[in-house]
């Protein structure tokens, strides 16, 4: 069983960095899946902001974290990060580490399989 716990969240003033951690279990990395992150913000809907294929030669980045988020995957350390600088009020939200499946009429991330259960971020302005 694949499990994916997340870490690093937190409460942060803007303009400041976090990163985040995800902690892959129970899951050889395969060349057909990838993981990422989405998030959710109160009262909005779950949107991927980032993801990166097992060898780490792809990558996607949501339109408003595009220079801001740099995702990154150590596979010996079976873990995958999110750096997040410059951060704004509105990049408030839980952050979910998944795993996806290479199907893009889902999301531009793909299917999403496996969800962790989140950490929040909260950035104060």
């Known amino acids: 069983e694949v499990q994916l716990v997340e870490s690093g969240g937190g409460l942060v003033q803007a303009g400041r960095s976090l990163r985040l951690s995800c902690a892959v279990s129970g899951y050889a990395f395969d060349d057909e899946r990838a993981i990422g992150w989405f998030r959710q913000a109160p009262g909005k809907e779950r949107e991927a902001v980032s993801c990166i294929t097992e060898d780490g030669r792809k990558t996607y980045y949501e339109d408003s974290v595009k220079g801001r988020f740099a995702i990154s995957r150590d596979n010996a350390k079976n873990t995958v990060y999110l750096e997040m600088t410059s951060l704004k009020a509105e990049d408030t939200a839980t952050y979910y580490c998944?795993?996806?499946?290479?199907?893009?009429?889902?999301?531009?991330?793909?299917?999403?399989?496996?969800w962790g259960r989140g950490t929040l971020v909260t950035v104060s302005s």
């Open positions: 998944v795993q996806t499946a290479p199907d893009l009429k889902y999301s531009p991330c793909g299917y999403v399989e496996v």
